[in-house]
Antibody, heavy 120, light 111 residues
Framework: EVQLLESGGGLVQPGGSLRLSCAAS????????MSWVRQAPGKGLEWVST????????YYADSVKGRFTISRDNSKNTLYLQMNSLKAGDTAVYYC?????????????WGRGTLVTVSS | QSALTQPPSASGSPGQSVTISCTGT?????????VSWYQQHPGKAPKLMIY???KRPSGVPDRFSGSRSGNTASLTVSGLQAEDEADYYC???????????FGGGTKLTVL
């Protein structure tokens, strides 16, 4: 079955760190760009970061640049998001999403999301 | 405040058509063909409905169509069905500074 499964969310204090993982199955993981998109409670979608299929190219939203690091392990079919210096504004459900075909900026497969809560 | 502007709500009766607008700028919607639309039901992950302004991924009904005029993109849902009731988000590539921007979302209600 083609699916994405996120893990690693939870409650963290402001200034803390968290690493999210996204396990992929059912498709050739290394052939597609992968992204993280977040959604604050009751709010809209916000793109966070994207990594190319090889892992050699990464892109970040200004809101997380310098604090978050996206990476992937194609041997494990897993996407990661290392989040440091977390702020209350980072509280959201974090979705991992697969790029459509050879496109980088369309997301055709999404996980169910993992909730990150930044609070003291 | 979202980069792309969508109406907060839209509605229509079963069988009718409804159009949702998405207004950007000449730096995003008006500059690139990378406009997409996502459907999100409550508590669920988003689903890609339209990409490259007007293309439908496999499995998306042809009742859903996309278009663009200048800096405004539109999603039209024809022959409204109860299951179309959801939140809809537009998205656009915005160049090498912002990459991807989303609209604030439109809640579509089927009356």
């Amino acid at each position: 079955e083609v699916q994405l499964l996120e893990s690693g969310g939870g409650l963290v204090q402001p200034g803390g760190s968290l690493r999210l993982s996204c396990a992929a199955s059912g498709f050739t993981f290394s052939s597609y760009s992968m992204s993280w998109v977040r959604q604050a409670p009751g709010k809209g979608l916000e793109w966070v970061s994207t990594v190319s299929g090889s892992g050699g190219t990464t892109y970040y939203a200004d809101s997380v640049k310098g604090r978050f690091t996206i990476s992937r392990d194609n041997s494990k079919n897993t996407l990661y998001l290392q989040m440091n210096s977390l702020k209350a504004g980072d509280t959201a459900v974090y979705y991992c999403a697969k790029g459509l075909l050879s496109y980088t900026w369309y997301f055709d497969l999404w996980g169910r999301g993992t909730l990150v809560t930044v609070s003291s | 405040q979202s980069a792309l502007t969508q109406p907060p709500s839209a509605s229509g009766s079963p069988g009718q058509s409804v159009t949702i607008s998405c207004t950007g700028t000449s730096s995003d919607v008006g500059a690139y063909n990378y406009v997409s639309w996502y459907q999100q039901h409550p508590g669920k992950a988003p689903k890609l409905m339209i990409y490259e302004v007007s293309k439908r991924p496999s499995g998306v009904p042809d009742r859903f169509s996309g278009s663009r005029s200048g800096n405004t993109a539109s999603l039209t849902v024809s022959g409204l069905q109860a299951e179309d009731e959801a939140d809809y988000y537009c998205s656009s590539y915005a160049g090498s500074n912002n990459f991807v921007v989303f609209g604030g979302g439109t809640k579509l209600t089927v009356l």
